[in-house]
């Protein structure tokens, strides 16, 4: 069963960074793209950055050149470094797991809240 757990939310003032991390277990997570998604109250998820398991990223353009993704297979980890954080970032952050094919899943952390103060 594959479980992903996230860390490193919290209060930060504007302009401040966190580090995200989301540890995999129960799965073959070198072969997984594995994806950052957030939401914040009233409004739908969104994809804030993904990587795939060659190392390929992409990212959304409100956080282009402030946020970095990156991931560790030895440790099953995936990191978003979130730097130079607006109150607009704030938002529950979420770890996702891409399903490999169309018989398989996608997965879920519980998710990680973020509030960044002005």
């Known amino acids: 069963q594959v479980q992903l757990v996230e860390s490193g939310g919290g209060l930060v003032q504007a302009g401040g960074s966190l580090r995200l991390s989301c540890v995999a277990s129960?799965?073959?997570?070198?072969?997984?793209?594995m994806g950052w998604y957030r939401q914040a109250p009233g409004k739908q998820r969104e994809l804030v950055a993904a990587i795939t398991s060659g190392g390929s990223t992409n990212y959304a353009d409100s956080v282009k050149g402030r946020f970095t993704i990156s991931r560790d297979n030895a440790k099953n980890t995936v990191y978003l470094q979130m730097n130079s954080l607006k109150p607009e970032d704030t938002a529950v952050y979420y770890c996702?797991?891409?399903?490999?094919?169309?018989?398989?899943?996608?997965?879920w952390g519980q998710g990680t809240q973020v509030t960044v103060s002005s």
């Open positions: 129960g799965s073959i997570f070198s072969i997984n793209a």
């Open positions: 996702k797991m891409f399903a490999l094919g169309p018989f398989d899943y996608d997965y």
